[in-house]
């Protein structure tokens, strides 16, 4: 395989591992955006949803498609669970307190599932027993893209458009961007503050199973621990867009998916995560707004 040819597999490798990270890191931004809270068991409602997509494929026998819908609409209530019981109260506290229990929840949700499943990986239906057969085609220079890649860079474009199109043109967007700016003042102005962020948090977290789903369908293979390092690289892709910008998410994800496969391109494989998480300090160091946040000014 010539240099051509290996870019634009690892090109495609990095968009389509990029695009999960990018519904992941959607969540991030849309928590920090509207509470300004870092919401690190993002990564184990991911984890959460990659296993209730197993759990109703291979105990429950459904479709892959009800599976993937299913894991979605548990994780979102599942996120609204814990909005309302570990993060509400702490609402007006400091920010350290809610991130403290953000913490907490990551490693109430690990253990777990740990505790059910137990540590072993878990080994997810192959795609061709329970979709279709994969099939592959040629590209330029020599390289390929299979009907697996194309599905997940699909789905998660699809998913990306439709929480556009929430966030932009719909009443719910609307008052998810008002609570954004001031949350005190759109209530006077008579939105449900406490539901508006109940429906972001089910938002971001119905993204983050869906790419639960999406990641053990693509390599087969699902564990209790595998939200930590996908969850912390969602948010350096948060960082790297500009964490509370939506757009930003999306391209953050991509690009640090691309940037990660182009590093085991070149053969320094063993240094991606320590490459990814550079990237961050970086950024911070740079431009700590990222590429599409904006710089916020406060009133004294």
Do not use: W
């Not at 494929?57 to 019981?85: D, N, P, Q, R, Y």
């Not at 109940?198 to 971001?204: D, E, K, L, P, Q």
Request: charged share 10%.
């Amino acid at each position: 395989m010539d240099f051509t040819s290996n870019f634009i597999v690892q090109l495609i490798n990095g968009i389509a591992l990029g695009s999960t990270y990018a519904l992941i890191a959607l969540g991030y931004t849309m928590v920090y955006g509207i509470i300004m809270l870092i919401n690190f068991a993002h990564g184990e409602i991911y984890m959460v949803g990659a296993f209730v997509g197993l759990a109703l494929v291979t105990i429950f026998k459904v479709h892959i498609i009800i599976a993937f819908l299913g894991a979605m609409l548990f994780c979102m209530l599942m996120a609204v669970s814990i909005e309302i019981i570990a993060y509400r109260p702490l609402r007006r506290s400091k920010r350290l307190a809610a991130l403290i229990s953000a913490i907490g929840i990551s490693i109430i949700l690990s253990n777990l599932v740990n505790l059910l499943v137990g540590p072993k990986p878990q080994t997810f239906p192959s795609i061709e027993k329970i979709l279709f057969e994969i099939k592959s085609f040629d590209l330029i220079a020599g390289a390929q893209i299979n009907t697996l890649q194309i599905l997940l860079i699909i789905v998660s474009a699809i998913l990306m458009i439709g929480l556009q199109y929430i966030v932009k043109r719909t009443k719910v967007g609307k008052a998810m961007r008002a609570t954004s700016q001031d949350y005190d003042t759109a209530a006077l102005m008579g939105i449900n503050v406490n539901r508006i962020i109940s429906y972001t948090f089910a938002i971001g977290s119905a993204l983050a199973g869906a790419g639960g789903v999406l990641v053990g369908i693509y390599f087969g293979v699902v564990k209790y621990n595998m939200g930590m390092l996908p969850g912390m690289k969602a948010f350096t892709a948060a960082v790297l867009g500009g964490i509370g910008s939506i757009p930003g998410a999306m391209f953050g994800g991509i690009i640090l998916g691309v940037i990660e496969m182009m590093t085991v391109a070149i053969g320094f494989s063993s240094y991606r995560d320590a490459i990814a998480f550079g990237i961050l300090i970086l950024v911070l160091l740079i431009k700590p707004t990222g590429l599409f946040g904006k710089q916020i000014f406060k009133k004294v």
